[in-house]
Nanobody, 122 residues
Framework: QVQLVESGGGLVQAGGSLRLSCAAS????????IGWFRQAPGKEREFVAA???????RYADSVKGRFTISRENSKNTAYLQMNSLKPEDTAVYYC????????????????WGQGTQVTVSS
């Protein structure tokens, strides 16, 4: 059984910080690329950040300089540190795992978590 579980979402004021976690089971974690995507109501799912199995990070322009993606293979966990949050960051955030390094294409990710809600108030 392959499972990804996100945690760490919540309500935060603009300018605040949150750290999201993505815990994996049922896979050899170090063999997978990990991506973070988000989707707001009525909007298309969008790429946020990704880190390859070679530890190469990629970021969407909208979050670059504010968000940091990392992974801790010994704990089978990836993280998304979100600083300087803005109301437009409000969305459900999903982590996903892929074997092919096409970081911003959701169709390349075979496994997805259930999502965690992030709400940023102004």
């Amino acid at each position: 059984q392959v499972q990804l579980v996100e945690s760490g979402g919540g309500l935060v004021q603009a300018g605040g910080s949150l750290r999201l976690s993505c815990a994996a089971s049922g896979v050899t974690f170090s063999n997978y690329n990990i991506g973070w995507f988000r989707q707001a109501p009525g909007k298309e799912r969008e790429f946020v950040a990704a880190v390859s199995w070679r530890d190469t990070p990629r970021y969407a322009d909208s979050v670059k300089g504010r968000f940091t993606i990392s992974r801790e293979n010994s704990k089978n966990t990836a993280y998304l540190q979100m600083n300087s949050l803005k109301p437009e960051d409000t969305a459900v955030y999903y982590c996903a795992a892929s074997q092919l390094w096409v970081w911003d294409d959701p169709s390349e990710y075979a496994y997805w978590g259930q999502g965690t809600q992030v709400t940023v108030s102004s």
